[in-house]
């Protein structure tokens, strides 16, 4: 019954690697370029076992092997929506492989047990970071979006940008508003009717972000505190959102978020910043 779900499941998420051309793919990952100032990555939805991998073993502060429940099948219609609303797809990272494999939001020394885990490791993050480099040249302020799923707030959707240091160049841009206004991705959850954390009417360097929620190793390595780095977030999705008969909505529901903000913060910076390839700080 699991053997033939799964397969059902590969079988839904193959056509999309066969209809796109710019796509590539190692087994493990699905990874599809994009034509938006926008990344979507999703470390903990996988579902393959790893041939020569093995199991973890317990590492790190944090350890925990479960799978984030669809965020693999979360991510890839968050960008179906988006596409259908812009007319141009997303960056797409999506990890195929079991989180008790290999952690992909987690440093390396803490990922995975033996050295067979590393060239799945590796490709997810190559992919991401060239993905980054290439939207950096390419627009003047971009996005990527971490998606994750969390069970500690089952109906709400939690923002992690360490406090507001993942996002330091689109605060300086654009201010709190951009994070927490009506046409940021968590002004419009809010509006939806959807429950977020921490809520709107707290600043987003407040570090008022939840416990264990404030962003990741994603986020943190690819933010734009750091030099090489873009704006980024961590969305986390509680269970009640991911089950099977309320998530095609989330999913819609993220689409449309991600590009009102698109809309006010990336589009029209597009049109009015210096030429590509020219980055402003
Ligand atoms: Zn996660």
């Known amino acids: 019954m699991v053997r033939a779900l799964h397969r059902l499941l590969l079988l839904s998420i193959l056509p999309v690697l066969l209809i796109s051309g710019a796509s590539f793919a190692r087994e493990l990952i699905l990874v599809e370029a994009g034509e938006l100032p926008i990344i ?15 199991l973890r073993t317990p590492t790190g502060s944090r350890f925990v092997t479960g799978a984030d429940l669809n965020t693999d099948l979360l991510a890839r219609d968050i960008a179906g929506e988006i596409t259908r609303l812009t007319g141009k797809r997303p960056y797409l990272v999506i990890a195929r492989f079991q989180r008790r494999y290999i952690d992909a939001n987690r440093r390396a020394d803490e990922a995975y047990a033996e050295s067979g885990c590393a060239a799945d490791y590796d490709f997810y993050h190559a992919a991401i970071r060239r993905f980054v480099d290439e939207v950096r ?13 969390q069970a500690a707030y089952r109906d709400s959707i939690l923002r992690g940008t360490h406090h507001g240091a993942a996002v330091t160049r689109l605060l300086a841009r654009a201010g709190a508003p951009a994070v927490t ?13 959807y429950r977020i954390i921490p809520a709107n009417d707290t600043a987003p360097t407040d570090r008022v ?11 943190l390595l690819y933010g734009s505190h750091n030099a090489d780095g873009i704006d980024t977030m961590q969305l986390e999705f509680g269970r009640d959102l991911r089950g ?7 999913a819609k529901d ?13 589009e029209q ?9 020219v980055l402003s700080r």
Do not use: W
């Open 40 to 54: 979507l990555t999703a470390p903990h939805g996988g579902r393959e076992e790893v041939p020569g991998c093995s």
């Open 209 to 219: 972000e939840a416990k264990n929620y404030t962003g990741g190793h994603t986020v």
């Open 269 to 277: 910076s597009s049109a009015t910043a210096a030429p590509a390839g």
């Open 244 to 250: 099977q008969i309320v998530i095609g909505q989330t």
């Open 181 to 193: 206004g009506p046409d940021s991705v968590f002004g419009q959850f809010a509006k939806m009717g």
């Open 254 to 266: 993220g689409g449309q978020a991600v590009v009102a903000f698109y809309r006010r913060y990336l």
């Open 137 to 149: 040249a390419k627009y003047p302020a971009a996005m990527l979006f971490d998606i994750h799923g």
